[in-house]
C-alpha cells in the first residue's frame, strides 16, 4: 500500500494547502479597494474551498489521508506569515506571486508522481485544479503591484516557502536565512479599523429616510406611489452595498482557526454570494445612467462589526440583516416585477434564492462558531444580547464617516427621481 499512501499523504498537503488559502486569503479582501479585485479574490476562495472539498472526498478513499480537518503547523505559520503586510497589496503579491505559483507546481508535482491509470480518479482533479489555479494567475494578473516593497517581501516569503522545500516538501529544503525574522512572531495580525473602497467615495450609511442625503430612502422603497424605476435603482445601489457584508465577512475566517472545514466551506460560499449580489448593482447602475463615482460607499457595518467576536458579527449578519431582510425584498420585487425588465426579475430571483440558503447556514453554523469562541449561551438569548451589544457598538463606532462628497455631486434619492423622470 506505500504507493498509495505517498500519493495520499500528497492530497493530504494540498487538501491543508487550499484550506488555509481560504483562511488567510480572505484577509485580503477588505484591505484592497478595487470591486473587481474583492470580486476575483471572493471568486477564488470559494473555487479554492471547492478544491479543499473534493480532495478530501476523494483522499478519504485512500489509505493513510487521515480522518481530521486539521493543518499541520509548519504549513499554517507559512500562511500566517503571509497575512503579515500592513499593506493590501504587498501582501496580496505575497499570496499570488509566491504562494499560488508554489501551488500549482505542487499540482503539476502531483500529476507527474502518481499513476495515471491506478489513480485515475485523482487525475481527473488534479488536472481540472491546474486548469484552475492557471486562470487564477492570469485573472490577478493585471492587480499585482511591481515595487521595491512587494519585491522584498516576496523575497521574504520565499525563502519561508523554501525552508519548507516547497509546498509538499517535493524540492531540497533549504535552510531560512540568518537573519530570519517571522513577522508573525513579533506581533498579531489585527483587521484594519476600517475596510478600503479604493477610488470610491465615502459615508456611513446609504439607507436614510431623507431623500436629499442618502440614494435609498427607506420610505419609498414600500410606498406604492414611488416610481419602479426608482426603487430599481434604489435595489441596485443596495446590492451593490452588499459590498459591507463581502467585507465584514471575510474577517470571521482568520478569526476562526479551528473550525471545521465545512464551516469555513459554507463561509466561502456565502462570501462569494455576496460578492456576485454586489457584483449586480456594480453592473447594473451604469447601464441606467449612474456615475459609479457620483455613489458612496457606506462603512458603517464593517467599521462597526470589526469591534465585536466574529460569533457576534456572524450573528448579526445571519440573523439580524438577512432574516430581517426579506419582507421589503419581496415588495420590492412586485413592484420591479411592473418594468418587464426581465434581467432585473432575474438578479432579485436569484439573490432571494441565495439569502435564503445563508439564513439555513446561520442556524447550521451560529451555534459552532459560538462554541469555537466559547459562547455556552443558548442561541435566542445570545441573538438578543448581541442585537443590543450591537446598537451600543454602533453608538461609538457607527455615523463616523462624513459624506465624501457634497449633496451637488452625491447620488441622492432626489437626484434618482428626477434621473429617472428625465428619461420619460
Ligand atoms: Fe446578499
Ligand atoms: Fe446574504
Known amino acids: 500500500m506505500a504507493a498509495v499512501q505517498e500519493m495520499a499523504r500528497l492530497q493530504r498537503l494540498l487538501f491543508e ?27 477564488h476562495v470559494w473555487e479554492s474551498a471547492g478544491h479543499a472539498r473534493f480532495l478530501r472526498e476523494r483522499g478519504r478513499e485512500m489509505s493513510g489521508f487521515g480522518s481530521g480537518d486539521g493543518v499541520r503547523d509548519d504549513l499554517r505559520r507559512l500562511f500566517n506569515e503571509a497575512i503579515m503586510p500592513s499593506d493590501g497589496a504587498t501582501a496580496l503579491a505575497g499570496f499570488y506571486r509566491v504562494l499560488k505559483p508554489a501551488l500549482l507546481a505542487a499540482y503539476r508535482h502531483y500529476l507527474q508522481a502518481t499513476h495515471h491509470l491506478a489513480d485515475w480518479p485523482s487525475l481527473h482533479l488534479v488536472e481540472e485544479f491546474i486548469g484552475d489555479e492557471d486562470r487564477h494567475a492570469r485573472e490577478m494578473r493585471a492587480f499585482l503591484q511591481d515595487t521595491p516593497e512587494v519585491s522584498v517581501w516576496c523575497e521574504h516569503l520565499r525563502s519561508a516557502l523554501a525552508a519548507l522545500g ?41 439607507f436614510s429616510y431623507d431623500p436629499e442625503e442618502t440614494p435609498i430612502v427607506r420610505p419609498w422603497l414600500v410606498d406604492p406611489a414611488t416610481d419602479a424605476r426608482v426603487i430599481r435603482i434604489m435595489v441596485y445601489v443596495w446590492l451593490m452595498m452588499e459590498m459591507d457584508a463581502v467585507d465584514y465577512l471575510a474577517t470571521v475566517f482568520v478569526d476562526t482557526p479551528d473550525a471545521p472545514f465545512d464551516l469555513h466551506h459554507d463561509l466561502a460560499r456565502h462570501l462569494w454570494d455576496e460578492s456576485r449580489h454586489s457584483a449586480f448593482g456594480y453592473r447594473q447602475l451604469p447601464k441606467l445612467g449612474i456615475d459609479l463615482m457620483t ?6 457595518l464593517y467599521n462597526i462589526l470589526v469591534q465585536m467576536p466574529p460569533h457576534e458579527r456572524y450573528a448579526m449578519m445571519t440573523m439580524e440583516f438577512e432574516a ?4 421589503t425584498k419581496a415588495t420590492v420585487m412586485d413592484r420591479i416585477r411592473e418594468l418587464n425588465d426581465f434581467e432585473a426579475d432575474t438578479l432579485l430571483a ?20 459560538m462554541a469555537l469562541c ?12 448581541t442585537q443590543a451589544r450591537f446598537a451600543e457598538t ?7 464617516t ?4 457634497p449633496p451637488e455631486t452625491r447620488l441622492t434619492g432626489s437626484k434618482i427621481l428626477r434621473l429617472v423622470q428625465s428619461q420619460s
Open 402 to 405: 462624513p459624506h465624501a462628497l
Open 166 to 206: 516547497g509546498l509538499l516538501g517535493e524540492h531540497t529544503r533549504i535552510p531560512l536565512p540568518e537573519p530570519f525574522v517571522w513577522e508573525s512572531d513579533t506581533r498579531r495580525y489585527a483587521h484594519p479599523a476600517t475596510c478600503n473602497r479604493g477610488k470610491y467615495p465615502t459615508c456611513s450609511s446609504v
Open 17 to 43: 494547502v487550499e484550506r488555509d488559502f481560504v483562511r488567510t486569503a480572505t484577509t485580503l479582501i477588505y484591505r484592497v479597494g478595487e470591486p473587481e479585485l474583492k470580486y476575483l479574490l471572493c471568486q
Open 394 to 400: 454602533a453608538k461609538v463606532y457607527g455615523n463616523q
Open 374 to 385: 466559547g459562547d455556552t449561551r443558548p442561541v435566542e438569548e445570545f441573538v438578543r444580547a
Open 295 to 300: 455613489v458612496e460607499h457606506s462603512l458603517d
Open 350 to 369: 436569484f439573490d432571494r434564492n441565495d439569502e435564503q440558503n445563508h439564513v439555513r447556514y446561520g442556524h447550521r453554523w451560529l451555534p459552532e462558531i
Open 324 to 327: 430581517g431582510s426579506f419582507p
